[in-house]
Each structure stands twice: as C-alpha cells, then as structure tokens.
C-alpha cells in the first residue's frame, strides 16, 4: 500500500554524491583506433566485450586469413569477412569471470606483423563496438576523426566534473526543510512510497540477491527512486558503476532517464547494503512495468531486476 511521506532516503539520494557516472579509464562511446607497431606487435592489446552486445573489429589494410581466427576460454562467437578484413565478436549471455579470453587473429599477406592477439575484458553493460586496427600509418582523415571525437568526450567529461563540484562532498543529514528547498513537497503534495519486494524478480544464478525493495514518486518534480535492500552472495567485494551502467527500461522500449545512482557502502561477500536509483518520469511514462540493470565497477556481474513498478 502507498503511503504519502518526506522521505529521508529519497532525500539523502538527491543530496549526496552518487556513485561515479563514468568509467575509470575506459572509454566506449566512439570507436577507437589501434595502430601496430614494432613496439607493440607482441602485446595482448585489450578490447572490452559485454554478454549480448557485438563487438566490430576493422582491420583496415590487412586482409584476414580464413579459418584462422581463434578465441581461447569459449563464449564468444566470432563472424568473420576475410576479404573485407572485418570480424564481429558476438559474447554469450553469460561470461567468465576469472578465466582469461584471448582472441588470436592471423592475416593473410606477408607483412609484419603476421598476426594480432586480444584480450577480451568482459563488462556487465559496457561493450566497444567498433576498434579500428591499422598496420602503416593511417592518413589524416582518420587521425582527424579520432581528434574530434577525443575533443567531444573532453567536453563532456569537462561539463559532468564541474556539476559533480556544485554538489556537496559526502553524504550529510537531512532536515525536515531540505525537501522543500529542492522542490520535492510543497502545495499538499509529498513523496509517494511503495512496497515492490514481492513483485521482483532476478535472473538465475546473478551475485545479489534482494532482500527488500521500495519504489518512491515525488510528483511535484516528476522523480522516481528504486530502493534496493541487497545481499552479496558472492565471494568478491560488489560496487556498482554509476550512471553509465544503469537502465530502467520498459516491455515497450520507455526508457528513463537515470540521473543518479547511490550505494550506501562496497558491498563484501555475505554484506547487505542499500541501492538507490533515481529518474525522471512523466506521468504516462509511469504507467508501466520496468526492469532495472545495474552494472558492476570493473566487473561483469550486473543485477538484472524485472518488475519494478512506481506509485
């Protein structure tokens, strides 16, 4: 049942610091560009997957040499086009998680090098989607691309930093008045909250396991959070991603926009600890059933939760 409150969790969420919103030294938003050389040609050069996404890798002036592309560690698929020198890496829904996957691709000419290894880095959502491999100097279109690329993601990296620094350092307690400040209550109207524990579900075998969960609506300002209460059943310490790594996502496609994501400690193994997303959502938007993804930091064991519903 629906109970109509100022909610000191929905609050501490909207005045916090959230969980970072990027990733540590990993960037999939474009393509990224591999040149190698005589230094580098020997090295395991690492290429982030994610289960169910394709991977694209372009080999751009070496034509492959058929049949003799390999994945050691299984669970991945592999489409290769020799003469167009292209190959997509299609992981399964499920991915090791400390067995190494290598990937060793053979080209067809006689040039030096004669061959290239990956080391496939599984993610829980974040996947590259294309890689650009070069063996000569690549001309200056290309490198222009890439610069202008590094200098949108630049921009945006610089806009996310300077609004993470208006906000206050560390979570801090709440008053009675700071739901006011924000514009959450006013008018009559307050933060709706709803017991949705019994109507989730997880999918098999995933690390955490929910204890409790709450979903809040605070109309005035068209914001929803999902509280998670989570056990780490697993045997390895459990963060999640932050804003990059989360999806609240419809049957129908309806895809929130999650602005933050708050975790109350690292989770260790046999840990609980609380998991709070927040959005944005309009009124119809609300009039649906959601799954939630949330990612793992570094790692490739996400929660996948399905039947999350607002007040």
């Known amino acids: 049942m629906s109970t109509l409150l100022t909610a000191p969790l929905l609050l501490a969420v909207l005045t916090s610091t959230p969980t970072s919103s990027r990733s540590e030294g990993w960037d999939t938003s474009g393509a990224r560009y ?16 994610s289960p169910g996404q394709p991977t694209t ?8 040499r058929p049949g003799d592309v390999t994945v050691e560690g299984g669970r991945v698929g592999v489409a290769v086009n020799g003469e167009l020198g292209m190959m997509t890496l299609l992981p399964s829904n499920v991915l090791p998680e400390d067995e190494p996957l290598t990937l060793v691709v053979h080209f067809a000419d006689a040039q030096v090098p004669g061959s290239i290894t990956f080391r496939l880095v599984p993610h829980a959502t974040r996947a590259e989607h294309h890689v650009r491999v070069y063996r000569r100097t690549r001309s200056c279109e ?8 590094q200098r949108e993601r630049a921009e945006q990296c610089e806009a996310a930093l300077a609004q993470e620094r208006t906000r206050p350092e560390g979570t801090r307690p709440g008053d009675l008045m700071d739901p006011f400040d924000t514009g959450l209550v006013g008018d009559g109207e307050g933060i709706v909250a709803r017991s949705i524990t019994s109507d989730l579900t997880q999918r098999p075998g995933e690390m955490l396991r929910i204890i409790r969960a709450y979903s809040y609506l605070a109309r005035k300002r068209a914001r929803v959070a999902v509280e998670l209460n989570v056990e780490n059943t697993g045997a390895r310490l459990w963060t999640a991603q932050g804003l990059e790594a989360a999806e609240l996502v419809s049957a129908e496609g309806v895809r929130l926009r999650v602005i933050r994501v708050w975790q109350s400690k690292t989770l260790g193994a046999g840990e609980q600890a609380r998991l709070v997303v927040e959005a944005e959502a309009t009124e119809k938007q609300l009039q649906r059933t959601f799954l939630l993804k949330l990612g793992e930091a570094g790692g490739a064991r996400p929660l ?3 039947g999350v519903t607002f007040p």
């Open 142 to 149: 290309s490198h222009s691309q890439e610069s202008r690329q």
């Open 57 to 64: 890798l372009v080999f751009a002036d070496a034509p492959l």
């Open 34 to 49: 591999l040149e190698l050389t005589a230094e580098n040609a020997g090295q395991q050069h690492p290429v982030r997957i």
């Open 304 to 306: 996948t939760v399905r």
